[in-house]
Nanobody, 117 residues
Framework: QVQLVESGGGLVQPGGSLRLSCAAS????????MAWHRQAPGKQRELVAE???????GYADSAKGRFTISRDNAKNTVFLQMNSLKPEDTAVYYC???????????WGQGTQVTVSS
């Protein structure tokens, strides 16, 4: 069983930066795939960024060039560096871990990010 705890959210002005962290209570395996999703009020949850076990990364078009996902397996932590934030980035951000063999899907409780002047 893995528990994920996000931190680093908050209120930031447009153009500002935040760094989200996701700490796993259990060990993050090198074979786990990790991702950040977000959900804005009245909208569906969407994928923001993902990083595979081989550290291949992928980003939503809205995040490309502004967000960077990274992982530190030794510290059981995944990060999302968010730069040039826009009001439309306002959402609850969720950490997600997918484990294979057998399949397991874990979610954190979310951290609020609000971009506003």
């Amino acid at each position: 069983q893995v528990q994920l705890v996000e931190s680093g959210g908050g209120l930031v002005q447009p153009g500002g930066s935040l760094r989200l962290s996701c700490a796993a209570s259990g060990s993050i395996l090198r074979t786990d795939d990790m991702a950040w999703h977000r959900q804005a009020p009245g909208k569906q949850r969407e994928l923001v960024a993902e990083i595979s076990s081989s550290e291949r990364t992928g980003y939503a078009d809205s995040a490309k060039g502004r967000f960077t996902i990274s992982r530190d397996n030794a510290k059981n932590t995944v990060f999302l560096q968010m730069n040039s934030l826009k009001p439309e980035d306002t959402a609850v951000y969720y950490c997600n871990l997918v484990r294979w063999g057998p399949y397991r899907n874990y979610w954190g409780q979310g951290t609020q990010v609000t971009v506003s002047s």
